[in-house]
């Protein structure tokens, strides 16, 4: 089946700091998204995002379909920023949606 | 009220005990799954159904069971539940093919004694 790997898996970052996470995957897929996981276990829709660039505030994501893989950026990070952030990939050939293992971010004051 | 609602959030249960989780949605979507979360894995894949008489197996659908009674209903059982099933299930909705944001519901957390 397809893989979906997610980087760094852990991130360490001072409020204000920029970063960014990185999405790979293995086959052909129909669309790709990006969920935060707060700290009380809830999964927040960041961006839905088949291919090209979205921005929404301090984040923006950026999916290269023909090259398998998608960036999501933080700016300015806060402690709010803080959890594990997921993305997601709905598989072409049987329309599964696959998560990557997530990138546990943690944002010191 | 939440558009994807999971009963029980929370359920403490002993090993062999029959557990049933369920889900419903007001979003009007086709497509329902039900997902495994634990630490460091991140969500993994058991069942999702398409419509009400299109049921699927996903990526770890061992032990685990499901019934779509109605478009808006999907239930996850655990015929004999086991401490390794002792995980955050999360139920997800998405309206279609090439449509497919997810939408969650808040989790039920289940302990197996």
């Known amino acids: 089946g397809i893989q979906v790997e997610q980087s760094p898996p852990d991130l360490i970052l001072q409020e204000g700091a920029n970063s960014t996470l990185r999405c790979n995957f293995s086959d052909s897929v129909n669309n790709l998204q990006w969920f935060h996981q707060n700290p009380w276990g809830q999964?927040?829709?960041?961006?839905y995002i088949p291919s090209g660039t979205k921005q929404n505030g301090r984040l923006s994501a950026t999916t290269v379909a023909t090259e398998r893989y998608s960036l999501l950026y933080i700016s300015s990070s806060q402690t709010t920023d803080s959890g594990v952030?997921?993305?997601?990939?709905?598989?072409?050939?049987?329309?599964?949606?696959?998560f990557g293992k997530g990138t546990r971010l943690h944002i010191l004051p | 009220?939440?558009?994807?609602?999971?009963?029980?959030?929370n359920r403490?249960?002993?090993?062999?005990?029959?557990?049933?989780?369920?889900?419903?949605?007001?979003?009007?979507?086709?497509?329902?799954?039900?997902y495994r979360q634990d630490p460091g894995l991140g969500l993994r894949l058991i069942y999702?159904?398409?419509?009400?008489?299109?049921?699927?197996k996903g990526e770890i659908s061992d032990g685990?069971?499901?019934?779509?009674?109605?478009?808006?209903?999907?239930s996850l059982s655990l015929e004999s539940a086991i401490p390794n099933q002792t995980a955050l299930y999360?139920?997800?909705?998405?309206?279609?093919?090439?449509?497919?944001e997810l939408f969650f519901g808040e989790g039920s957390r289940l302990t197996v004694l």
């Open chain 2, 90 to 100: 999360f139920c997800a909705t998405s309206r279609g093919h090439m449509t497919g």
């Open chain 2, 1 to 9: 009220d939440a558009d994807v609602t999971q009963t029980p959030r």
């Open chain 1, 85 to 98: 952030y997921f993305c997601a990939v709905e598989v072409d050939r049987d329309d599964k949606i696959i």
């Open chain 2, 64 to 74: 685990y069971s499901v019934s779509r009674q109605a478009q808006a209903k999907f």
């Open chain 2, 48 to 56: 999702y159904s398409f419509d009400v008489k299109d049921i699927n």
């Open chain 1, 43 to 47: 999964l927040i829709n960041l961006f």
């Open chain 2, 12 to 34: 403490i249960t002993k090993t062999g005990k029959r557990i049933m989780l369920e889900c419903s949605q007001t979003k009007g979507h086709d497509r329902m799954y039900w």
